[in-house]
């Protein structure tokens, strides 16, 4: 069976430190693979995917980036947070007509 | 504006009582999932909808779409404490952009024991 791993679960960074979240996927071979953000008053909103290695479609610039060097792995990163990067992050992977969610990470951004 | 409205935004049923979520889009949908999520968790995966018309169950839950391929409706018969959470529905917005999902504000549910 298929499982989605996120970590960490829980992270605290100050402004201006530099941000990586990791995602993996485990029991399937090339899924389409997502990060969204879900902010307080904002919804769940799709931060980037990606439907190959190497291959990242961003909705939402910012000061976020995401990279995928394995076809199971898919990362967040950001060179400096801002307070409003805070959020519970999610990771997500789909295959034929199903998309799964990850267990997220809070971050918190002081 | 927001191309999924859900409604209501939040709702308390007494237990036992049934319930209906309705997630209405703006265009036609080509797939609509929806999803149960508690607080500080991960989505669960309850169904997805393709076809107009089309209904699934599982377990006292039911999603339909309408024929329009513009509405769908989720319904809770008998609901129990364990129902309770944020509901989530997602429009799927097609293999060229990915298969990703635009999510509606959701419907936070409470249900009163």
């Known amino acids: 069976s298929q499982t989605i791993h996120q970590w960490p679960a829980t992270l605290v960074q100050p402004v201006g430190s530099p941000l990586s979240l990791e995602c993996t996927v485990e029991?399937?071979?090339?899924?389409?693979l997502y990060w969204y953000r879900q902010a307080a008053g904002r919804g769940l909103q799709l931060l980037f995917y990606?439907?190959?290695?190497?291959?990242i479609s961003s909705e939402v610039p910012q000061n976020l980036s995401a990279s995928r060097p394995q076809d199971r792995q898919f990362i967040l990163s950001s060179k400096k947070l801002l307070l409003s990067d805070s959020g519970f992050y999610l990771c997500?992977?789909?295959?034929?007509?199903?998309?799964?969610f990850g267990p997220g990470t809070r971050l918190t951004v002081l | 504006s927001q191309e999924l409205e859900q409604s209501p935004q939040s709702l308390i049923v007494q237990e036992g009582k049934n319930l209906t979520i309705n997630c209405t889009s703006s265009?036609?949908?080509?797939?609509l999932y929806w999803y149960k999520q508690k607080y500080g968790e991960g989505l669960i995966f309850l169904m997805m909808?393709?076809?107009?018309?089309e209904e699934k169950s599982h377990e006292k839950i039911t999603a339909k779409l309408d024929e329009k391929k513009q509405q769908s409706s989720l319904h809770i018969t008998a609901s129990q404490p364990s129902h309770a959470g944020i509901y989530l529905c997602?429009?799927?917005?097609?293999?060229?952009?990915?298969?990703?999902?635009?999510f509606g504000a959701g419907t936070i549910l409470r249900v009163k024991s």
């Open positions: 997500a992977w789909r295959i034929t007509n199903e998309q799964f």
């Open positions: 029991g399937t071979s090339n899924p389409n």
């Open positions: 990606s439907v190959g290695i190497g291959q």
């Open positions: 265009k036609t949908l080509y797939g």
């Open positions: 909808l393709q076809k107009g018309g």
């Open positions: 997602g429009a799927d917005k097609g293999i060229e952009y990915g298969n990703k999902l635009v």
